[in-house]
């Protein structure tokens, strides 16, 4: 059966984060939710909890992209406090669906080229606003390194960094490298940092046996 493997990483720049992220493995369908609450008083931290909280409650009812941008556009109004970024990546293993809003980004990268899932999403409003306007996107089989965050990382990193770095890297060290790429010179971050990666799931290798 083809499944998926993720590794994931949250970091924040200070004391308070608003960054959420979630990772929802049903069979052979993984889902990823990063959501990026606005504003640095809590209320954004609350919308993004709404965002993750309603993904896991409404997930099994959705499988198409139009879905998942309407899901949002509902989400829009029940959103009751805050406002927040969302991207939803919906993986199969024949397709890849989901829908966005804000400025959070799911690219896939397979050696050199880079595809963004989130290029025609709308940066504002946000969810919370009553006037976002969700985008839903669709490509096929994941090949290569899907990679999900927020506005810290992809606000930050150049596109020509980012390929030789997910090239260069350990799968499960991808998130952790993502985030000391984006760091400033005192070891500080720009903004709470939510990274995502996730891969086809490798077979492992069968043990030698060995006969006396």
């Known amino acids: 059966m083809i499944s998926f493997e993720t590794t994931h990483l949250v970091e924040a720049y200070r004391e308070h984060c608003e960054?959420?992220?979630d990772i929802i493995s049903d069979g052979n369908r993984t889902l990823i939710v990063v959501a990026d609450g606005a504003g640095g008083s809590g209320d954004g931290s609350i919308a993004a909890d709404t965002v993750i909280n309603e993904t896991r409650s409404h997930y099994t009812a959705i499988d198409s992209s139009i879905g998942w941008s309407q899901f949002l556009s509902q989400l829009d109004f029940r959103v009751s406090v805050g406002?927040?970024?969302a991207v939803i990546v919906d993986v199969h293993p024949d397709r890849i669906l989901g829908a966005s809003v804000g400025d959070s980004r799911a690219w896939v990268?397979?050696?050199?080229n880079?595809?963004?899932l989130t290029?025609?999403?709308n940066r504002k409003p946000l969810l919370g606003s009553r006037e976002?306007?969700?985008a839903p996107f669709w490509?096929?089989?994941l090949a290569g390194i899907l990679l999900v965050g927020s506005d810290g990382f992809f606000g930050y990193a150049k596109r020509d960094q980012v390929t030789p770095l997910i090239a260069r890297t350990d799968f499960h060290a991808i998130p952790k490298a993502c985030i000391d790429l984006v760091r400033l010179p005192?070891?500080?971050?720009?903004d709470d940092t939510a990274i995502v990666a996730c891969r086809l799931r490798r077979p492992r290798s069968p043990r030698k046996r060995y006969t006396i």
Request: charged share 30%; proline share 11%; net charge negative.
């Open 119 to 121: 290029r025609t999403q």
């Open 186 to 190: 005192s070891g500080d971050l720009w």
């Open 109 to 112: 990268i397979d050696g050199p």
């Open 83 to 85: 406002e927040t970024t």
């Open 139 to 141: 490509h096929g089989p």
């Open 114 to 116: 880079v595809i963004d």
């Open 132 to 134: 976002a306007k969700p």
């Open 19 to 21: 960054d959420r992220l």
